[in-house]
């Protein structure tokens, strides 16, 4: 069986042939991932699916020449995400809000797909961190009616994404507030530098309105603190036309229709990143599967009505992807699981919480495990900034590169020693030395990959299991950075390994693979 890579310009090898966008074809790319690896070996972005939404990769594109993405109708505005307020993240200063913390946030949408316009308001209670006399949230576009801080009317003002705050009294620290915004209009797709090969934020596209959140794009959609140090609970309670399927986070908890409108009621009872909250509009048939297993997720996917046979089919290895991950990373860690499947052709896949987004190209075994890995490995626990992405490609390439090799019948280390000859082949650089526009490019998914197959190598499969469930354990429903997970392979496995590890995270070349312990 031979298979091609899907990749992304900004996750191609070296060597990317240039798609032919017309043809149905064009979502695989082939890369020079040698052949052994190439034939199991998926990523989930890619450009050259999104065949309007993306022009050709014109060269063979290396990470450090991603060409810049326009779109087809309306090109996105570059959001400017370099900006005074913000929680100090080294890639995106201008993402969060210092000074509080969320706790809960309700988002109410009535969505009206025709005109893709929305009448919104989202209810936000948070704890004080400071005194404050005012405070910021993110949002982008849109306009805002009223803000109300304790049910009293506040001033605001906007800047960028900045949505400034001063409520009549000012908080005291410690305490408890409700913040309630409405707002109205049609939500603006933005362009976020790391991620080059996709709008992102609030799309609208064959019939379907849907989000891609990661990393700032949340913002085009509800206010909030856009940022994975601030986690909070959800509901997103969404009114559509009766006969539209509507569908988000967690569990569907209601779903009522009056007077020719519908409104799912959502909720997600566990901490999220604000980057990983969805919404999905469209003509979608449900499938319930039930529990997983007694007291295990409930299973549940979406896919377009009358969408093929083979749609429904792919999605059948959802249970063996979760059996997988649950030996090796522990319990499942939120109360739902499913796939949301795309009408049209969607080059890439994205983890949000619970019901991961997908398109027809991005269903294989390979694609659906790496965004099932990615609800314990970057959305039960997320890194504290957006530099510390490759503890989430990384470890869920390598998960899901190593279900792809069981599922096929490859041969793993086999697998590992082609990436790595490439790698090195290739030059490539560390995971802890990108730039942002390299955030989901071949050195964080593939590198990173590599870094644990080093580790697993030197310490064993015992040891190795034991580290990535106590890193996922000790950090569960928040965040944490590569010095914590250093820390802990520390604990377990020892200076030497913590060498190891820095020398594949930080040096520019690419260490030899050690040999098996
Ligand atoms: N996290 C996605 C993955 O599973 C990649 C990704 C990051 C993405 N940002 C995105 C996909 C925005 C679509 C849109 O690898
Ligand atoms: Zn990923």
């Known amino acids: 069986m031979v298979a091609t890579a899907v990749l992304a310009a900004g996750c191609g090898g070296p060597e990317m042939e240039t798609p032919d966008a017309a043809s149905p074809t064009s979502v695989a790319v082939t890369t020079s991932v040698p052949a052994s690896a190439t034939a199991t070996t998926t990523i989930p972005v890619s450009t050259a699916t999104t065949a309007e939404a993306a022009p050709t990769p014109t060269t063979t594109a290396a990470a450090a020449e991603l060409p810049t993405t326009t779109t087809t109708v ?68 849109l306009e805002v009616h009223s803000v109300t801080v304790d049910g009293a009317h506040a001033a605001f003002s906007r800047s960028g994404h900045e949505l400034s705050v001063q409520p009549a009294d000012s908080l005291v620290a410690g305490s408890q507030f409700e913040v ?53 609970t959800y509901q997103i309670e969404i009114t559509v036309p009766e006969g539209t399927t509507a569908a988000s986070n967690g569990l569907l908890v209601a779903e009522t229709a009056d007077d020719g409108e519908a409104t799912y009621t959502w909720r997600m009872d566990d901490p999220m990143a604000s980057y990983l909250a969805a919404v999905y509009i469209g003509d979608f048939e449900r499938i319930d599967h039930g529990p997983l297993h007694a007291g295990g997720p409930r299973l549940r996917d979406y896919v377009p009505r009358n969408a093929p046979a083979e749609t429904v089919q792919a999605l059948s290895v959802t249970p063996s992807v979760i059996a997988f991950l649950e030996e090796r990373l522990g319990p499942y860690p939120f109360d739902a699981y499913g796939t949301i499947v795309m009408p049209f052709m969607l080059g890439l896949a994205l983890e949000n919480q619970t019901l991961s987004i997908h398109g027809p190209a991005t269903i294989g075994p390979g694609i659906i495990a790496h ?14 900034d957006w530099s510390e992405i490759w503890l989430n490609e990384g470890f869920a390439t390598y998960l899901h590169l190593m279900f792809e090799a069981e599922h096929y019948g490859a041969d793993f280390d086999r697998t590992m020693a082609d990436i790595h000859a490439w790698l090195t082949a290739d030059g490539m650089g560390p995971p802890k030395g990108i730039e942002i526009r390299e955030l989901f490019g071949p050195s964080i998914y593939f590198r990173g990959a590599a870094t644990l197959h080093a580790l697993r190598l030197h310490i064993g499969d015992n040891t190795f299991y034991e580290i990535l469930r106590t890193h996922h354990n000790r950090s569960a429903g928040g965040t944490t950075n590569t010095e914590e997970f250093l820390g802990i392979v520390e604990e377990f496995a020892g200076p030497d390994a913590v060498d190891l590890l820095e020398r594949w995270l930080y040096d520019q070349s690419v260490p030899p693979l050690p040999p098996a312990a």
């Open 180 to 232: 309630e915004v409405h707002y109205s209009g049609m939500p603006e797709p933005i362009m976020d530098p790391g991620v080059p090969f996709s709008e992102m934020g609030w799309l609208q596209r064959g019939g379907v309105i849907y989000t891609l959140g990661e990393p700032s794009g949340s913002m085009t959609w509800f206010p909030s603190n856009n940022h994975p140090t601030d986690k909070a």
């Open 371 to 384: 965004e099932a890995a990615h609800q314990w490995l970057g959305n039960s626990v997320s890194p504290d």
């Open 74 to 141: 309306a090109p996105a505005e570059t959001v400017e995400v370099i900006d005074p307020v913000g929680v100090g993240d080294s890639f995106y200063p201008g993402l969060g809000n210092p000074g509080y913390d969320v706790q809960h946030y309700e988002i109410s949408l009535d969505v009206d797909p025709a005109t893709n316009t929305i009448e919104a308001s989202a209810a936000i209670v948070a704890l004080a961190a400071e005194d404050l006399a005012s405070f910021n949230l993110d949002l982008s576009g």
